[in-house]
C-alpha cells in the first residue's frame, strides 16, 4: 500500500514562486511514475508534469515555467512553480502508478493580487 501526501501550496501572487512536495511512504517497490495534477473549479483533472524512469513530460500550458524533480533517497517529487499566473490556480494532486494507482488528498494553490 502507497500512501501520498502533499505539501507547499498556499496564496501567492503573479509572478511569484512556489514548490509543492510530495512525500510517499509505503510499497515504493510497486511505483513506476510519479506526477502531478491540477484541478480548477469547474474543469476537468489534467496532467501538469510526471517523470517516469528519467523520463520527463509536460503540459503546454506550464512548460518553461514548472519544473518537475525527484529525490529517490527521500521518497520525495516536488513541483517547483514560476512565474505564477492566475491561471494555475487550483487543486494540485500527486499521483503515483505501478501495480496500482494512488492519489494524494491535495493542496490547494491561489494565485491572486
Known amino acids: 500500500q502507497v500512501q501520498l501526501v502533499e505539501s507547499g501550496g498556499g496564496l501567492v501572487q503573479p509572478g511569484e514562486s512556489l514548490r509543492l512536495s510530495c512525500a510517499a511512504s509505503g510499497s515504493m517497490y510497486r511505483i513506476r511514475a510519479m506526477g502531478w495534477y491540477r484541478q480548477a473549479p469547474g474543469k476537468q483533472r489534467e496532467m501538469v508534469a510526471s517523470?517516469?524512469?528519467?523520463?520527463?513530460e509536460y503540459a503546454d500550458s506550464v512548460k518553461g515555467r514548472f519544473t518537475i524533480s525527484r529525490d529517490n533517497a527521500k521518497n520525495t517529487v516536488y513541483l517547483q512553480m514560476s512565474s505564477l499566473k492566475p491561471e494555475d490556480t487550483a487543486v494540485y494532486y500527486c499521483?503515483?502508478?505501478?501495480?496500482?494507482?494512488?492519489w494524494g488528498q491535495g493542496t490547494q494553490v491561489t494565485v491572486s493580487s
Open positions: 517523470i517516469t524512469s528519467g523520463i520527463i
Open positions: 499521483h503515483a502508478s505501478g501495480y496500482g494507482t494512488y
